[in-house]
């Protein structure tokens, strides 16, 4: 017996990857975070499979499933969203299930930072403009954030920053990172990345907070910051350039 930690993607069903779905489609027993994982996703589990929301449930609860499903002999499908390695709290239910003496494995998915950056349009990093994506978030009401963390001391980099869990804690991101980015630097919320109600909000550092307020977005987004999001101005990589050889390309003459 075995749990498989899956990631289902950023809510689009078919951007689940194919190892990811078949190992649902194969489990007798699915658990899942029914607020963020597409029902059409858990839907391919087999026929008379045991499916559960753990949207409502504690870890407790969680670790009782799969120490009852491991009793039985049955494999478990434990599908996040996103990419369970980020904010996906898999650690912790790890640890359980070493003391437990209950083999798990991880099937990485597509993160929701990417599929942002992909309604948006943009590629995050660019040459000479930013070559660091920082994916952080800030503490509202969840877990505080290491001293060394805060929006400040990232803030100071300038790099790419993609903000998770923080949409209304919209108000001191701005406060800290302006000074470092200035007022006019591009931000954009994108809410439900991928999903068929996905929205779009772009902005700056000076005016995003009203257009998101204005839209009354008040959870399930991401924010990101950085001058990648506007930028047209900036040089092409030496990927393709002719005059920067490589092993598989190598110069001529």
């Not at 190992?23 to 994982?37: D, E, N, R």
Request: aromatic letters at 4%; hydrophobic letters at 45%; proline letters at 6%.
């Amino acid at each position: 017996m075995i749990v498989h930690f899956i990631g289902a993607g950023p809510g689009a069903a078919d951007l689940i990857t194919v190892r990811g779905l078949e190992l649902i489609k194969s489990c007798p027993v699915v658990l899942y975070a029914g607020s963020l994982v597409s029902t059409e996703v858990v839907a391919e589990a087999p026929e008379g499979a045991r499916v559960v929301d753990t949207a409502s449930m504690t870890l407790d609860e969680i670790i009782a499933e799969m120490k009852a499903a491991s009793g039985a002999g049955r494999d478990v499908a434990r599908v996040h969203s996103g990419d369970p390695s980020l904010y996906g709290a898999i650690a912790e239910q790890m640890r359980r299930l070493d003391a437990l003496g209950i083999a798990y494995d991880i099937t990485p998915g597509v993160p929701a930072y990417a599929a942002a950056a992909a309604a948006l349009g943009c590629e995050l990093t660019l040459p000479e403009v930013s070559q660091t994506v920082i994916l952080t978030r800030t503490a509202v009401k969840s877990s505080a954030m290491p001293p060394t963390e805060d929006l400040k001391t990232l803030g100071a980099s300038r790099a790419t920053l993609a903000i998770h869990l923080s949409i209304n804690n919209l108000s001191h991101v701005v406060t800290e990172l302006a000074p470092f980015y200035g007022a006019d630097c591009p931000a954009a919320v994108v809410y439900r990345a991928s999903w068929p109600d996905q929205r779009v909000i772009r902005g700056r550092l000076s005016d995003i907070r009203d257009k998101v307020k204005a839209a009354g977005i008040t959870r399930t987004a991401l924010i990101l910051v950085g001058e990648v999001l506007g930028a047209a101005d900036f040089k092409d990589s030496h990927l393709y350039d002719p005059a920067h050889p490589h092993i598989l390309r190598p110069g001529k003459g």
